[in-house]
């Protein structure tokens, strides 16, 4: 019954938000905007702006109350807090619930979500980290949006995620540990925020295809030579921070 209802209230959440569109697109058409043949041009323009802003409110209040069925999940509880320990649904697109049974998802655990063939995983604002080997083979996942609230990646946590082409976090994120995005062969584009404080060894190793790496200074890498394989050397567009820790980076190619 708790299912059926869940349903239900997304079926009105949907619908609701569809009549408001409409709704919003009729009020301005009354406005003779898209069709009158005389008129203030400003006043056309205003209305242009408001539909489009109204519109991207909308679509945005859609999207962020989009969740995957919380019995898709493997879960446990530890401390009042949710930790995502597997999943058992089918979906190719996956977003993971911010809470179950009112309790806050702040963790993606162990092997959670290890070589399951999806494309893509939103990760809820309420997770702040991400356990080791959580997405690790995942060989199909070709964009992830991470929580803004993301602190640390753990070991291994996307090793093997042959399909990412670019990775961006919000200014929380701490600490990557050691090989936590080797060899992701196809990913071209890293942005690290200016909160990082440690990358792990070997973390963007064989990372074959990277042209955009840019490390935040201050930041404390592992080992004294991390490398790093570059793309094609013609198009490379590379920032660098901690240069001032010299040999702690190193780029090179085949050429």
């Known amino acids: 019954k708790n299912h059926l209802y869940e349903d239900q209230l997304k079926s009105y959440h949907t619908s609701f938000l569809f009549h408001i ?66 999943y058992k649904g089918t979906d190719l697109e996956i977003y993971i619930p911010s809470k179950i049974n009112d309790r806050p998802v702040t963790a993606i655990g162990k092997s959670a979500f290890i070589e399951y063939d999806m494309t893509h995983v939103t990760i809820p604002d309420s997770v ?53 995005f080797n060899k992701c062969t196809s990913l071209e584009k890293v942005s690290l925020p200016d909160s990082l404080q440690f ?9 074959d295809n990277l042209i955009y790496l840019r490390i935040p200074d201050n930041t404390e890498l592992e080992m004294s030579v991390t490398k790093i394989k570059l793309g094609d050397a013609a198009h490379n567009e590379v920032f660098v921070s901690p240069i001032g820790g010299s040999s702690a980076i190193t780029f090179y190619n085949d050429s």
Do not use: H, W
């Open 21 to 86: 569109k409409n709704l919003i697109f009729y009020k301005i058409c009354q406005q003779k905007l898209f069709f009158a043949k005389e008129g203030n041009i400003m006043k056309k323009i205003f209305y242009l702006l408001l539909f489009f802003c109204c519109l991207l409110f909308v679509t945005a209040c859609g999207e962020s109350s989009k969740e995957s069925p919380v019995e898709d999940f493997l879960y446990e509880m530890n401390n009042g807090e949710v930790i995502i320990t597997g």
């Open 128 to 180: 702040i980290r991400i356990e080791s080997d959580a997405f690790c083979r995942c060989e199909c996942l070709t964009s992830i949006v991470f929580s803004r609230n993301l602190e640390a990646i753990s070991e291994s946590a996307f090793y093997g995620c042959s399909s990412l082409t670019e990775i961006s976090f919000e200014n929380s994120l701490q600490i990557i540990e050691k090989l936590a």
């Open 199 to 207: 990358i792990g060894r070997d973390s963007f190793e064989s990372c």
